[in-house]
């Protein structure tokens, strides 16, 4: 079976620094990405790894280690407009290679 | 702009009807993806399709079909066969040449389904 764990929701304050954790069983795996979805609105795409270490996107890094099935979304220099739910997903063979999605964690930055 | 439309954004259906939501790309990509989301869970893949005229099931495909008769083309109908319909309603492409689509999804803006 696939499943995949986030915590269901993380608080922080503007400016301040949040880690997002994932951990994934799958049948095989391809790689992580990492989704943004504002309320109501699409998810869009942050960020992809296939292979262990730290990918940094501006004020977003994403890191991997698929001996431990792991990783995170790191979010440096909060705003207001990070609010949002945040989704990891794994590509597996599974679906023709197709992504299945966490459950989401819901962050609130806060003033 | 290329992107994926979805019409409409919300849909009113009654106990026993049959609804279609429309997902049209511009964006070239040879895979399109359904999505079914609840309040504060995740998302749940109804069908896929990686090239036209070819459909898959994914995780939850019962009272739903689907057809890709076009590339840019994947409508999505809910038949009174699927109890729980009210949800929101994701599509998604990709292209499909690219195994894993390092790139992500494209997603589109989604459409609101509500039994009433």
């Known amino acids: 079976g696939q499943s995949l764990e986030q915590p269901s929701e993380v608080t922080a304050v503007e400016g301040a620094i949040v880690q997002i954790n994932c951990t994934y069983q799958t049948s095989g795996f391809y790689g992580l990405s990492w989704y943004q979805q504002h309320d109501g609105g699409a998810p869009t795409f942050l960020s992809y790894?296939?292979?262990?270490g730290l990918e940094e996107t501006g004020r977003f890094s994403s890191f991997l280690s698929r001996s431990d099935s792991y990783g995170y979304l790191l979010l440096q220099e909060l705003q207001m407009k990070d609010s949002a739910s945040y989704f990891c997903a794994v590509s597996t063979p599974l679906y023709g290679q197709n992504f299945v999605f966490g459950p989401g964690t819901r962050l609130s930055v806060l003033p | 702009d290329g992107g994926i439309t979805q019409s409409p954004k919300y849909l009113f259906r009654k106990e026993g009807q049959n609804v279609t939501l429309s997902c049209e790309q511009n964006?070239?990509?040879?895979?399109m993806y359904w999505y079914r989301q609840d309040p504060g869970q995740g998302l749940r893949l109804i069908y896929y399709s990686q090239i036209v005229n070819d459909f898959q099931k994914g995780d939850i495909a019962e009272g739903y079909s689907v057809s890709r008769e076009k590339k840019e083309s994947f409508p999505l109908t809910v038949t009174s066969a699927q109890k729980n319909p009210t949800a929101f309603y994701l599509c998604?492409?990709?292209?499909?040449?690219?195994?894993?689509?390092?790139?992500?999804?494209?997603f589109g803006s989604g459409t609101r389904l509500t039994v009433v």
């Open positions: 998604a492409s990709s292209q499909g040449d690219i195994h894993p689509p390092g790139n992500g999804y494209t």
């Open positions: 790894n296939a292979l262990d």
């Open positions: 964006l070239n990509h040879d895979a």
